[in-house]
């Protein structure tokens, strides 16, 4: 899915990962590389603009919370951008998790009110694919515990209720049409009327597909909205027609004030990009995207999982929310003394406890390009490492752990025994600590990075 997006998006973060520093040069080259990815997908020149704008103001003029580096914070910054682009209205500094929570509260599940029958009503123009939409709609309702009646009232186009009645039948839902009928409106209210005494939660109504430019339709569809009076409106668009999803969208807005968008064919168009910024734009939701031909292949929209995908972040994004959330904790001087190469092995000591709290597995699991990538075995050897290191810190005494240099031949067999360590590791925890130190000066707080490296993982 918008693989030329995508592969843009990551080269324009290469960049700034790989840059010795950050400035404004690096910035504004970071700037026309979003630009560049997001005009070829066919974003609104606008919508480009302001978020690239905004995405400068905020990398030159924002300290990062600390703990975390600048490069990481502009990192949080694109992603926050872009997940806003694509209609996410919260903050861009909370985890993944609590930002996906937060859009499936403000979702589909937010329209429907438990103990009464919830009313969607489908919209779109002709070839958008609404009908094979309901009956997927129909499909992950059930999936997801509702029960789910179908009213068949498109009465354009000949073959719908044929199709819809196919479809439904392999997920035992129950769909109401008139064969024949040519009366919507009149086929939508007796519908309505069928499924009224049976206990289902969601009836979804199927409508003929209509050009924003048809007047007679667009009031048929009025019609329709007083007389079904829904609990949500979808209108389906087709992902290919790219920026004129802007005007589709508003054109049935004001016809029936939608509720939701569902963006069909985004499995190989290079406008998907166009068709979902446009659409959010006008301030209805994208609530489901297509990704398919199949049944299932319908999707609740994550604006900011769809833009980790995109940037090939995993859940990086809930990574730094956890380390930042560590480092609020942390004493600043400390942060200081770390950041600046000049930490304490009391220091080091206190850095391996913060990656113990985040769980190294899921540490190592969540940053781009190592997940999947290190071995099991790999794993358990450094978390092994990092358990006999936190006893041989806690053999040491106050002045060793200040100032490790101290620390001899006769020290270090003290501290070897104490801990239960050979003499061997504890002369390898000095020598990494020294080397982190050393790594930390040079790379001004890209602690994860570095310390990947340093066991030879990264």
Known sequence: MFDNLRDNLRSALKKIVGASDVNEELIDSLC???????LLSDVNVKLVLSITTNLKERALKEQPPKGLSRKDHIITILYGELARLLGYTGEAIKSLDKMHMEE????????FKPGKQNVVLMLGIQGSGKTTVTSKLARWLTKHGYRVGVIGADTYRPGA?????????????????????????GIAKNGLGYFGPQNLDVVIIDTAGRHKEETGLLAEMNEMYKVATPDLVLLVIDGTIGQQAYA??????????????????????????????????????????????????LEQFSPTRFVGRLLGMGDIKALLDMA?????????????????????????????????????????ENLPGLSGM??????????????????????MTKDEKRNPDIIND?????????????????????????????????????????????????
């Open 104 to 111: 499936q509260q403000s979702g589909v599940a937010s329209f």
């Open 374 to 395: 290190v071995k099991d075995d790999q794993l358990e050897a450094l978390e092994g490492k990092m358990e006999k290191w936190r006893f041989i810190i806690q053999s």
């Open 248 to 297: 589709q969208a508003k054109a049935f807005h004001e016809a029936a004030p939608v509720g939701g968008i569902v963006i069909t064919k985004l499995d190989g168009t290079a406008k998907g990009g166009g068709a979902l910024a446009a659409s959010s734009a006008t301030g209805a939701k994208v609530m489901f995207i297509g990704t398919g031909e199949r049944i299932d292949d």
């Open 161 to 185: 209720l044929t199709q819809l009645k196919m479809n439904c039948s392999k997920m035992n839902v129950e769909v109401y049409g008139e064969e024949g009928g040519k009366d919507a409106v």
């Open 324 to 364: 930042r959330g560590l480092e609020l904790q942390a004493d600043e001087d400390q942060a200081k003394r770390v950041l600046s190469g000049k930490m304490t092995i009391e220091d080091f000591y206190v850095q391996m406890e913060n990656v113990g709290k985040m769980g190294f597995r899921n540490v190592i």
């Open 410 to 458: 006769s020290r270090r067999k003290r501290i070897a025994r104490g801990s239960g360590a050979s003499d061997h590791e504890v002369k390898d925890l000095i020598k990494q600590y020294n080397n982190s130190k050393t790594m930390m000066k040079q790379a001004k707080g890209r602690q994860m990075q570095g310390l990947l490296r340093r066991f030879g993982i990264g």
């Open 32 to 38: 026309r590389d979003v630009q560049r990815a997001l």
